[in-house]
T-cell receptor, first 113, second 115 residues
């Protein structure tokens, strides 16, 4: 059961460049999406969210884009910084799921100085 | 900055034993959650808890699991008769509100190893 997929297990980006992390989902009922960042030995930290009524949400260097027809969302980080090196999880929820978010497997981002 | 804490950081137990994982949520938060992440796999929701009751639980949260808020600060996850497949990182989280748009703050996790 892979309702939320992150097909790139890892990604390396040069400092200052754009990082693009992708997430695909299969359940058309999903209408709210989150991105979490996780450092080693720490719990996930909320990064940014988007509701299906929007196609873009921006917070500083982080922008999430949602393409509902393609069931695809992406997280853009620009400019990337070495401190952004972490595992990034996409998570999705449907209205009838309540707080039961479905997570993707994560993408490990390495930002190289 | 307030944070969610979890103890112990690591727990090793024998199959069939009971374990209790402890969490101290952020003090003014009212909603509490447990998640687990089996090594190399995705984070999975287990249960949410509010007003001393389970609000939601996933299929994973079967009869071997229970949660409790024994006092005003702690939130515990008990696993009765642990199985090898219970080996995972267990994360506690809390939020001030219960809506999907409420930010959940995660603790650092307890790594459970069942032998």
């Amino acid at each position: 059961d892979q309702q939320v997929k992150q097909n790139s297990p890892s990604l390396s980006v040069q400092e200052g460049r754009i990082s693009i992390l992708n997430c695909d989902y299969t359940n058309s009922m999903f209408d709210y999406f989150l991105w979490y960042k996780k450092y080693p030995a720490e719990g996930p930290t909320f990064l940014i969210s988007i509701s299906s009524i929007k196609d873009k949400n921006e917070d500083g260097r982080f922008t999430v884009f949602l393409n509902k027809s393609a069931k695809h969302l992406s997280l853009h980080i620009v400019p990337s910084q070495p401190g952004d090196s972490a595992v990034y999880f996409c998570a999705a929820s449907a209205a009838n799921y309540g707080q039961n978010f479905v997570f993707g497997p994560g993408t490990r981002l390495s930002v190289l100085p | 900055e307030p944070e969610v804490t979890q103890t112990p950081s690591h727990q090793v137990t024998q199959m069939g034993q009971e374990v209790i994982l402890r969490c101290v949520p952020i003090s003014n938060h009212l909603y509490f959650y447990w998640y687990r992440q089996i090594l190399g796999q995705k984070v999975e929701f287990l249960v949410s808890f509010y007003n001393n009751e389970i609000s939601e639980k996933s299929e994973i949260f079967d009869d071997q699991f229970s949660v409790e808020r024994p006092d005003g600060s702690n939130f515990t996850l008990k696993i009765r008769s642990t199985k090898l497949e219970d080996s995972a990182m267990y994360f506690c989280a809390s939020s001030s509100g219960g809506g999907r748009q409420e930010t959940q703050y995660f603790g650092p996790g307890t790594r459970l190893l069942v032998l």
